[in-house]
C-alpha cells in the first residue's frame, strides 16, 4: 500500500504508532517500525539524558525509520526538539501547540515534520510553516482531546490543505484504515491499539483494562481545566468527572490530585490513583498480540477492503 506517506517516511506500511507519554519507549517503537510501520518514541516532560538513551536503544533494536513526539507544552521542548537533530531521528510529530519555530531547523537536518492537529486553521497555519504532514486527530482518541470527531475533521484538513493527511482517532483494525482512506487521508495513527500489543511495556493490569473495556467504558475528564483527557472509566476516573460536573473539585484540585496520575497508572498499574489513557475503539481490541501480527493484520484487512 503505497502513499505520499509511505514515500515521505521510507517505511512499508502508511501507519504510524501514537506517541502516548509515559508509555511509547523505545521498545514498542522499534517493533512497530519493525514491522512495517513507523514507531514514535514520546518525548512528554522525560529528562533529555534519558530520552537519548531510548533514542539510541531504538537504533539498536531497528534499522528501519522511527521518531520522537514532542508535546510543545513541556518544559523540555527546546532541549527535546534539538535532541532530534542531534541524534538524526528520521520524523518529530508535535502535540500542544505550534512548531513553526523549530521547523526551519528541523528541517534543514532532514527531519521530516509532522503536527498533530484538532482543526483545520490550526492544519492551514502548519501547511505554511513548512510541514511535511499532518496528523488530524478527532476527539475518538485518547489522552489530551479536541472535539471534532475523526469523520467530520479528516475530509475537511485533506480538502484543505496540499501535504497529505494521516487520520487518528478511533482506528483499531482494517476497516477503520479503509475508511479513513475513504476520507481522503494517505496514512493512520494508531494508539490505543498498541497498547494491547505484547511489546507495549505497560502494567499488566492497564493491558488488562483495555482488553476488557466495553463501548462505554470511557470517559473524558479534565474539560473545564482547558485539557481534557479521554480515559478508562475507572473509580478514580468516575471520581474526576463527578468533581468537575458537582464543583466539588476546583480546577486548581484537579491539577493537584492527578499530577503524577499517567505514571501511576503506566507503571504501577494503581486503579485508585492512576489515569489509565485510551481511546474510545478499546471495545474493540480484545486480545495481546505481537506488534508485527497487528500491523499485518490490520494492513491485510484494508487492502482487501479497499480493493473491493
Not at 482543526?119 to 499532518?134: C, F
Not at 484538513?157 to 475513504?182: H, K, T, Y
Not at 466539588?248 to 503524577?260: D, I, M, N, R, S
Amino acid at each position: 500500500m503505497k502513499t505520499r506517506i509511505t514515500e515521505l517516511l521510507g517505511c512499508k506500511y502508511p501507519l504510524i504508532q501514537g506517541g502516548m507519554a509515559w508509555i511509547a519507549e523505545h521498545t514498542l517503537a522499534a517493533a512497530v517500525s519493525n514491522a512495517g510501520g513507523v514507531g514514535l518514541i514520546a518525548g512528554g516532560s522525560a529528562p533529555i539524558d534519558y530520552l537519548r538513551e531510548q533514542i539510541r536503544l531504538c537504533k539498536e533494536k531497528t534499522d528501519k525509520p522511527f521518531g520522537v513526539n514532542i508535546m510543545l507544552m513541556s518544559p523540555n521542548a527546546e532541549d527535546l526538539a534539538q535532541l532530534c537533530i542531534d541524534e538524526k531521528v528520521s520524523v518529530v510529530t508535535t502535540g500542544a501547540g505550534n512548531p513553526g519555530k523549530f521547523i526551519p531547523a528541523w528541517k534543514e537536518a532532514g527531519i521530516k515534520v509532522i503536527p498533530v492537529i484538532p482543526s483545520v486553521a490550526l492544519a492551514k497555519r502548519m501547511e505554511k510553516a513548512g510541514a511535511d504532514a499532518v496528523v488530524a486527530e478527532g476527539t475518538e482518541s485518547g489522552g489530551h482531546i479536541g472535539e471534532n470527531t475523526t469523520m467530520c475533521l479528516v475530509p475537511q484538513v485533506v480538502d484543505a490543505l496540499e501535504i497529505p493527511v494521516i487520520a487518528a482517532g478511533g482506528i483499531a483494525d482494517g476497516r477503520g484504515i479503509a475508511a479513513s482512506f475513504m476520507l481522503g487521508a494517505e496514512g493512520v495513527q494508531i494508539g490505543t491499539r498498541f497498547l494491547a500489543s505484547e511489546e507495549c511495556q505497560i502494567h499488566p493490569t492497564f493491558k488488562e483494562l483495555v482488553v476488557k473495556a466495553k463501548d462505554t467504558d470511557n470517559v473524558v475528564t479534565g474539560r473545564y481545566t482547558g485539557h481534557p483527557c479521554r480515559n478508562i472509566k475507572t473509580k478514580f476516573a468516575k471520581m474526576l468527572a463527578n468533581g468537575e460536573k458537582d464543583g466539588t473539585l476546583t480546577p486548581e484540585q484537579f491539577e493537584e490530585v492527578t499530577l503524577g496520575s499517567l505514571r501511576k497508572a503506566v507503571q504501577d498499574g494503581n486503579v485508585e490513583e492512576g489515569s489509565f489513557l485510551c481511546g474510545l475503539i478499546a471495545g474493540m481490541v480484545n486480545d495481546v498480540k505481537p506488534c508485527k501480527d497487528i500491523v499485518e493484520e490490520m494492513m491485510a484487512e484494508a487492502s482487501k477492503l479497499l480493493g473491493r
